[in-house]
């Protein structure tokens, strides 16, 4: 990626025109991107593009055909790429959805940081925290929310989900991830990131299946994960550049780290969620401190008693977006109020919302259960007859 570009492919020019025009108001995007390259791409050239990136993996299938040099493409230059689901092309065209053109962005194409509109709908809430795993998009959310304000620069107020990144900060570290991939492209995945060994407890098959597919996830490397899984590199794809390789895996391997190994809150819990669960793990006894932990700032300044556990906390730089620590261990310590007498430990009358960010009283807010612990953890939870796991109850303002 050489330039900082966000490109915008919408098959409607109004609806193009307008998310440009609700970006460049919001001062963080000026900043990183400014505002000349903040883009729209005209349908005729999206096209034209997409052929391009079909001319590039073909080629890629056929490694032993004569050079041809394809020329660059609109999305290598792309820092962040904004793609509209439902995408009109013409019939003899094989793109079919926005979905597509993410993938053939990711896998053929020095693209940034990917955001997919519309796929999962537009203006909701989705209480199922569902991780949308199948979609190559870094990010889906709905065209309403493109233009919100907490997305791209905090702090923020009103609507805004928990999982939503601050993406300026997104696409640095995309690149940095995407640099120390490149180098390390046979190193073991669980491994390198910390994930296996003592004293991390083992992730549940449920969890890893999509480093590995059907192999074994422990042996699984960042260019197995690309070329075996079937989740990176569909069919009989193929891709020579290890740059783009590694690529593909810093985006996919750091999505599933975000939205299933950190989403359930069970491996790895971040600080909003640790603090509700050991209210004494906060400096600071009132809402207000406590909202100092919904961000996206380092551990220092999240109203935490850090040094009590800096031993637990995940230390792999630029692979998630905020801070985060391994539950596990954490709900070990004996140096924790509420591990040691977790028969008196008080409660604050203030919840964690997950479409807010914030904390709020409880009072204004209703209680529900999302699909990521059930879906992911249970089945582990079941099958070691762990007696004090309580379905996770979120709440929503």
């Not at 597509?100 to 990711?106: C, E, G, P, T």
């Not at 792999?316 to 430990?345: G, H, M, T």
Request: proline share 6%; charged share 25%; net charge positive.
């Amino acid at each position: 990626m050489t330039a900082r570009t966000i490109l915008i492919c919408d098959d409607e020019p109004e609806h193009g025109r307008r998310y440009r025009e609700q970006l460049v108001r919001i001062q963080a995007v000026v900043k990183a991107f400014g505002t000349a390259n903040v883009k729209c791409l005209p349908l005729e050239e999206t096209l034209g593009a997409l052929k391009g990136l079909q001319d590039r993996r073909a080629r890629q299938r056929d490694p032993d055909a004569a050079p041809v040099d394809l020329g660059p493409s609109p999305f290598d230059s792309a820092a962040v790429l904004v793609v509209d689901y439902d995408l009109f092309t013409p019939p003899s065209s094989a793109i079919v959805s926005g979905e597509d053109v993410a993938y053939l962005a990711r896998c053929f194409s020095q693209c940034g940081y990917i955001i997919g509109v519309n796929q999962f709908g537009d203006a909701q809430f989705d209480l199922r925290l569902e991780a949308h795993l199948d979609s190559f998009a870094d990010l889906n959310i709905g065209g309403s929310h493109l233009g919100k304000r907490g997305l791209w620069e905090q702090p923020w107020t009103g609507f805004r989900p928990w999982h939503w990144p601050l993406v300026p900060l997104q696409v640095l570290a995309l690149e940095r991830r995407v640099r120390n991939v490149y180098a390390n492209l046979g190193h073991r995945i669980l491994e390198y990131l910390g994930l296996t060994g003592d004293p991390v407890p083992p992730l549940p098959r449920g969890v890893t299946q999509f480093l590995a597919g059907a192999q074994d996830s422990q042996v699984t490397t960042f260019r197995s994960f690309v070329t075996d899984s079937g989740n990176g590199l569909r069919g009989k794809d193929k891709q020579q550049d290890d740059r783009v390789l590694a690529r593909v895996a810093a985006a996919r391997v750091a999505k599933w780290l975000e939205r299933v190994v950190l989403g359930g809150q069970e491996i790895l819990v971040d600080a909003p969620h640790l603090i509700s669960r050991f209210p004494s793990l906060a400096q600071k006894r009132e809402i207000k401190a406590w909202n100092r932990a919904c961000s996206f700032s380092p551990s220092k300044d999240l109203n935490l008693k850090q040094p009590l556990i800096e031993e637990f906390r995940f230390k792999q730089k630029n692979w998630l977006s905020r801070e985060a620590w391994f539950w596990e261990l954490i709900r070990q310590c004996e140096d924790i109020e509420e591990v040691r007498n977790p028969w008196d430990a008080e409660r604050p009358s203030w919840v964690f919302c997950e479409d807010a960010s914030r904390f709020h009283p409880r009072a204004k807010c209703r209680g529900f259960i999302a699909e990521v612990p059930s879906q992911f953890v249970q089945r582990f939870v079941r099958k070691h007859a762990r007696t004090d796991y309580v379905p996770q109850v979120r709440f929503s303002l």
